[in-house]
Nanobody, 123 residues
């Protein structure tokens, strides 16, 4: 069974940092673009960051540019989201996803999803 498993969420004060990890179980995702999305209570799921399957290109939502960094390991089995200077508005469930397509911004193109990890930023 192919799964994505997120970890690293938690409670942090504003200005703090967290590092999320997303591990592939059952296969690697070599050749797949990977993305992070988040969903706050009562809101739609939104794009946060993505990385091309080559690992050479990354994309970020304007709201996290300069604060978040996405990376992936060479084996193609784990991706990371380093989150610095966290703000209360970053509070959400964060989801990792994999896509075989080329549109890294739309959640509709992603084929595999993790179960999500909660990030809570207190003021």
């Amino acid at each position: 069974q192919v799964r994505l498993v997120e970890s690293g969420g938690g409670l942090v004060q504003a200005g703090g940092s967290l590092r999320l990890s997303c591990a592939a179980v059952g296969r690697t995702f070599t050749g797949y673009g990977m993305g992070w999305f988040r969903q706050a209570p009562g809101k739609e799921r939104r794009f946060v960051a993505s990385i091309a399957w080559t690992g050479t290109r990354t994309y970020y939502a304007d709201s996290v540019k300069g604060r978040f960094t996405m990376s992936r390991d060479n084996a193609g089995s784990t991706v990371y989201l380093q989150m610095n200077s966290l703000k209360p508005e970053d509070t959400a469930v964060y989801y990792c996803a994999a896509t075989g397509g080329s549109d890294y911004f739309s959640d509709a193109t992603y084929d595999y999803w993790g179960q999500g990890t909660q990030v809570t930023v207190s003021s």
